[in-house]
């Protein structure tokens, strides 16, 4: 089995750029996942300047859902996979569970056991290669509460799938200004 190293942080705090950096000097074969989707102008803008900062050797898929899998059946192939963003991934996954509901009927606790179970098989499909396997998800309860109950609830979902990921990790590191801090 490979090992798990997650990366959290907030908004541009240069977790992606440190999760990167760790990829590269894994040498060989690098797969990254890229999980946004690119609704908007601003997110295709968003979308490549993370392409354009990764080396073109570096094989990309590009997707949120399944991933386990994925892993499982690619893996063998890499040194390393670079997921990029487990934040986003999640919002993925809660759009489409929730899509054409109205707020007052979605079963918020069914979507949540969705997105964790989506979690366990990541991990099920990691334990399955000898890949080093780097998450990179966003630290979201550090800031104010969010206004709506749409946002309130996300924050939760992403703050327990980070606990989640956190707990099955070989190393945990939280990104402040650029600076990565080993915190497990």
Same mark, same amino acid.
């Given at each position: 089995?490979?090992?798990?190293?997650?990366?959290?942080?907030?908004?541009?705090?240069?977790?992606?750029?440190?999760?990167?950096?760790?990829?590269?000097?894994?040498?060989?074969?690098?797969?990254?996942?890229?999980?946004?989707?690119?609704?908007?102008?601003?997110?295709?803008?968003?979308?490549?300047? =993370?392409?354009?900062? !990764?080396?073109?050797?570096?094989?990309?898929?590009?997707?949120?859902?399944?991933?386990?899998?994925?892993? !499982?059946?690619?893996?063998?192939?890499?040194?390393?996979?670079?997921?990029?963003?487990?934040?986003?991934?999640?919002?993925?996954?809660?759009?489409?569970?929730?899509?054409? =509901?109205? /707020?007052?009927?979605?079963?918020?606790?069914?979507?949540?056991?969705?997105?964790?179970?989506?979690? =366990?098989?990541?991990?099920?499909?990691?334990?399955?290669?000898?890949?080093?396997?780097? /998450?990179?998800?966003?630290? @979201?309860?550090?800031?104010?509460?969010?206004?709506?109950?749409?946002?309130?609830?996300?924050?939760?979902?992403?703050?327990?799938?980070?606990?989640? /990921?956190?707990?099955?990790?070989?190393?945990?590191? @939280?990104?402040?200004?650029?600076?990565?801090?080993?915190?497990?």
């Amino acid at each position: 089995m490979g090992k798990i190293m997650l990366i959290t942080g907030g908004a541009r705090s240069g977790k992606s750029q440190y999760a990167e950096q760790h990829a590269k000097k894994l040498g060989g074969n690098i797969l990254y996942i890229a999980t946004a989707m690119a609704y908007d102008d601003e997110m295709k803008m968003r979308i490549r300047k =993370h392409q354009n900062s !990764r080396p073109q050797k570096w094989e990309t898929y590009e997707g949120y859902k399944g991933l386990g899998n994925v892993i !499982r059946e690619k893996g063998k192939f890499f040194n390393g996979i670079l997921l990029d963003c487990v934040t986003i991934m999640t919002s993925n996954l809660m759009l489409e569970f929730c899509h054409n =509901h109205p /707020l007052e009927e979605i079963d918020f606790e069914a979507v949540e056991n969705k997105i964790l179970t989506e979690m =366990h098989q990541l991990i099920n499909g990691i334990q399955d290669v000898e890949a080093t396997v780097i /998450l990179v998800t966003n630290e @979201l309860g550090s800031s104010i509460v969010p206004e709506s109950k749409l946002g309130r609830v996300f924050r939760d979902i992403a703050g327990r799938v980070n606990q989640y /990921l956190a707990s099955c990790a070989d190393e945990v590191y @939280l990104t402040v200004c650029g600076m990565p801090m080993k915190i497990k």
